[in-house]
């Protein structure tokens, strides 16, 4: 009878990886991105272990989306006050905080728990090709 293998904290190994989002597809990107946070590429992948690798995101300010999104996707921000609720669309939010827009991709695609928070952490985004994390060694990841 064979059993299922339940990975512990000492078999897991973490690994860094970078990925240049110029010319991406923000949805694409982002799905991978969360696959490889989660450690769903991983043979000893448990759901309620963080199994997964740290991702850095160069050149967000460089990502493209297809179709109309721009100017049809819509984020809503409620401030809890009467009369605060505000929308941006995607376009205004990728000139104020290019981050911002894949972060919050990619925070959607997690799960909505404590082992989320802890995996959105592990996610590094910068807008230009500069990072502060040349002493990890990362690993080019394609998407």
Do not use: F
Request: proline share 4%; glycine share 6%; aromatic share 6%.
């Amino acid at each position: 009878m064979n059993k299922t293998y339940i990975a512990t904290e000492k078999d897991i190994e973490h690994n860094w990886y970078i990925v240049d989002a110029k010319d991406k597809i923000l949805g694409r990107l982002a799905s991978k991105v969360a696959s490889v946070l989660k450690g769903k590429d991983k043979a000893y992948y448990t759901p309620h272990l963080d199994t997964g690798d740290s991702v850095i995101v160069i050149n967000a300010a460089k990502i493209r989306v297809t179709g109309k999104k721009l100017k049809d996707k819509t984020y809503l921000h409620y401030s809890g006050y009467p009369g605060g609720k505000k929308e941006y669309s995607l376009e205004n939010m990728l000139k104020k905080s290019p981050r911002r827009v894949l972060e919050l991709a990619v925070k959607r695609m997690l799960p909505s728990s404590n082992l989320g928070r802890k995996l959105l952490k592990k996610l590094k985004i910068y807008d230009s090709e500069t990072h502060p994390h040349k002493a990890q060694n990362p690993a080019v990841l394609e998407v």
